[in-house]
């Protein structure tokens, strides 16, 4: 008895890691339609379970197909929302390029947003950025605004150069993906200024994007 609850445990354990490698497999096969292509790294939080696309919004564009997959996808994502797991990524298995999110990490730079401590101190320039949006100038006394303005321009432009990095301006989030099909997944992606759904189709052991199912500008 004991053997036999032994071998079933080891049945469910392949078939837990097996749907995990899927996931994030998947993932490493789909993020470049995303990400832009320079990027040297990504910072990714963790998936989350997708709401149901408003069928006032799709069915009306949908072909008869692509509305069975709506249907589908309906199902398949109130079958996930059942379920207790905590939606995750396994970062081991996901490319070396996605990185965890961390608030700390992010780096964001604005031109319109920025507040500049005066200072009479001698720094060297990469002591001046404080934190994001915040920068150290070393001014003189007498000098007017206009020279100090054109100061803190200087400041500003040198702490781009050397910290900016366009990878550190966002957290970007994937949607857990939706398998509801053997060859079809529903999968949402998340940025500062839109989000978007596709279904992904796989051929020859490839996924490829197949059609767009919403999309929202932030």
């Known amino acids: 008895m004991s053997r036999l609850i032994f071998c079933v445990f080891l049945l469910c354990s392949k078939m837990l890691f097996s749907q995990i490698e899927t ?8 993020y470049k339609d ?3 292509e320079n990027y040297h790294f990504f910072y990714l939080k963790e998936p989350f379970i997708p709401k149901t696309p408003s069928s006032d919004f799709l069915l009306g564009e949908l072909t008869l197909s692509q509305i069975d997959d ?3 996808i309906i199902h398949a994502i109130e079958k996930r929302k059942k379920d207790s797991i905590i939606p995750s990524w396994n970062f081991q298995m996901l490319e070396k390029k996605a990185r965890k999110c961390s608030q700390d990490s992010l780096l964001p730079f604005s031109s319109t947003i920025n507040h500049f401590i005066h200072t009479r101190k001698k720094m060297r320039d990469e002591e001046r950025f404080k934190s994001p949006g915040t920068y150290i100038v070393t001014v003189k006394w007498y ?9 803190e321009g200087r400041v500003y432009n040198k702490c781009y150069e050397l910290f900016y990095k366009p990878e550190k ?5 994937f949607s857990e993906p939706i398998f509801f099909e053997d060859n079809k997944v529903y999968l949402v992606f998340h940025s500062f200024f839109y989000s ?7 051929e020859n052991n490839i996924w490829r994007r197949g059609y767009e199912v919403y999309r929202k500008i932030s």
Do not use: T
Request: charged share 35%; glycine share 2%.
């Open 23 to 30: 996931k994030e497999a998947f993932l490493n096969q789909v």
């Open 34 to 36: 995303f990400i832009p």
């Open 70 to 72: 709506y249907k589908k």
């Open 143 to 151: 000098w007017s605004k206009k020279r100090r303005d054109r100061e």
């Open 169 to 173: 301006q966002e957290c970007y989030s």
């Open 196 to 202: 978007v759904g596709y279904v992904y189709i796989k």
